[in-house]
């Protein structure tokens, strides 16, 4: 408690903002749920960026719990049938706010998926729930095993969850240099989507069920489709 208090009245000091010992103190109680790590490390991150008075509220949408900022989330979400990609629930609840304003207002629909997605983020924060990645596989055979191979390498997925997925990932050699450790693999490039296309809602596509898959994981599914279904339009 005592290297929070410190670094809350150094931020406090540093961002011109009033703090008395007992709204520091309730600060750092506040605070102290979450792993100190990440609170340091966003008290560092709101020494930097605030302009104005620090708030409980600043330090908590920075911290690193795993869970991307709303405009890397943005740019992750697939713009086509045809990409796959790894996201959090939080990702996939707001495309579906998102989706009905595609095409008609991109813009429109980036300001809303941005805050749908930045509330979702802070219910979960404050529900103390860890990040938990889903793969929404697409169309393109290729584009699938990049995006698993890419959630591998950044440990959002388990070598044996990518693999149950798609079992043809034991025969690709950026799997086994994956699995060995070898960097850089060069097909994990970016994958680069078309500029313009719609973001469609497609099936959420499933190769095979895995007997050993926990309830949980079931549910967080499922709560991909429903979302991608809620997001289809009429007709």
């Given at each position: 408690?005592?290297?929070?208090?410190?670094?809350?009245?150094?931020?406090?000091?540093?961002?011109?903002?009033?703090?008395?010992?007992?709204?520091?103190?309730?600060?750092?109680?506040?605070?102290?749920?979450?792993?100190?790590?990440?609170?340091?490390g966003?008290?560092?991150?709101?020494?930097?960026?605030?302009?104005?008075?620090l708030?409980?509220?600043?330090?908590?949408?920075?911290?690193?719990?795993?869970?991307?900022?709303?405009?890397?989330?943005?740019?992750?979400?697939?713009?086509?049938?045809?990409?796959?990609?790894?996201?959090?629930?939080?990702?996939?609840?707001?495309f579906?706010?998102?989706?009905?304003?595609?095409?008609?207002?991109?813009?429109?629909?980036?300001?809303?998926?941005?805050?749908?997605?930045?509330?979702?983020?802070?219910?979960?924060?404050?529900?103390s729930?860890?990040v938990?990645?889903?793969?929404?596989?697409?169309?393109?055979?290729?584009?699938r095993?990049?995006?698993?191979?890419?959630?591998?390498?950044?440990?959002?997925?388990?070598?044996?969850?990518?693999?149950?997925?798609?079992?043809?990932?034991?025969?690709?050699?950026?799997?086994?240099?994956?699995?060995?450790?070898?960097?850089?693999?060069?097909?994990?490039?970016?994958?680069?989507?078309?500029?313009?296309?719609?973001?469609?809602?497609?099936?959420?596509?499933?190769?095979?069920?895995?007997?050993?898959?926990?309830?949980?994981?079931?549910?967080?599914?499922?709560?991909?489709?429903?979302?991608?279904?809620?997001?289809?339009?009429?007709?």
């Amino acid at each position: 408690m005592k290297q929070l208090l410190e670094a809350i009245a150094v931020t406090a000091e540093l961002t011109s903002t009033d703090l008395s010992k007992i709204a520091a103190r309730v600060m750092a109680e506040d605070l102290a749920r979450y792993p100190l790590d990440q609170v340091l490390g966003a008290l560092t991150r709101c020494r930097r960026e605030l302009k104005g008075r620090l708030t409980i509220a600043d330090v908590v949408q920075r911290l690193d719990d795993g869970r991307p900022g709303p405009e890397e989330a943005w740019a992750m979400i697939p713009k086509g049938e045809g990409p796959s990609v790894v996201w959090t629930q939080e990702m996939a609840e707001a495309f579906g706010v998102a989706y009905p304003l595609m095409e008609s207002d991109e813009v429109a629909a980036r300001m809303a998926f941005k805050e749908s997605y930045s509330k979702a983020v802070a219910l979960a924060r404050d529900a103390s729930k860890p990040v938990h990645w889903m793969p929404s596989l697409g169309h393109d055979p290729a584009g699938r095993e990049v995006a698993l191979l890419q959630a591998v390498e950044k440990k959002r997925l388990t070598a044996d969850r990518a693999r149950a997925l798609m079992p043809q990932l034991q025969a690709s050699p950026q799997f086994t240099a994956l699995l060995a450790g070898a960097k850089p693999l060069p097909m994990l490039a970016p994958v680069e989507q078309p500029v313009g296309r719609l973001a469609l809602p497609r099936p959420h596509i499933r190769p095979m069920e895995l007997a050993d898959e926990e309830l949980e994981e079931k549910r967080l599914a499922e709560a991909d489709v429903a979302a991608r279904e809620a997001a289809r339009l009429p007709g």
